[in-house]
């Protein structure tokens, strides 16, 4: 979403090149939309015009388990020291909070709509290594969009915690 990007741009000091990217000398940022089929549309067209060293999807995610706090950061590709790692699985549409919450489900899950086809899709690309996935839990399963400049805070609070990694 153009807010989850928004903090992202402001934090690299990316300017605009066209609709959806963004870039510096060192990051090309794609705005490629919400779900499946917009996901891999604008990940097949850049990855036609670009050639990269590492893939990163940054994004919100809600959360079946209390005990992780919105805002936390969870990377479910790689296991980093002082970044939460859980599963996540990708929908179709937002994940309902009627699903039972607990302290404790087993195991815990993130749910969103767009990393296993950004995974899918960076695989062509790119060794599984170089690709990464990090999301900001925003809710606990509430099917209610995300105010923007509060999606657009989660993402710019978590930015140094990727950057000190050597991620970004």
Do not use: W
Request: negative net charge; glycine residues 6%; proline residues 5%.
């Amino acid at each position: 979403m153009p807010c989850e990007a928004q903090g992202i741009v402001e934090y690299l000091k990316l300017t605009k090149t066209t609709k959806s990217t963004f870039e510096n000398d060192d990051v090309l940022l794609l705005v490629g939309g919400i779900g499946k089929e917009k996901t891999i549309n604008s990940l097949e067209d850049i990855y036609s015009k670009y050639r990269f060293d590492k893939a990163i999807n940054i994004g919100i995610a809600g959360c079946d388990n209390t005990a992780y706090k919105i805002g936390e950061l969870v990377c479910t590709t790689h296991t980093i020291e002082g970044i939460h790692h859980l599963p996540i699985v990708t929908v179709d549409t937002p994940a309902s909070s009627s699903l039972p919450l607990t302290l404790n489900p087993q195991p815990p899950q993130i749910y969103d709509m767009e990393a296993s086809y950004f995974v899918q899709i960076s695989s062509a690309y790119l060794k599984q290594s170089e690709i990464y996935v990090f999301k900001i839990i925003s809710d606990y399963l509430d099917t209610t969009v995300p105010n923007k400049d509060f999606v657009k805070k989660l993402i710019k609070n978590r930015l140094d915690d990727i950057r000190k990694n050597g991620i970004i």
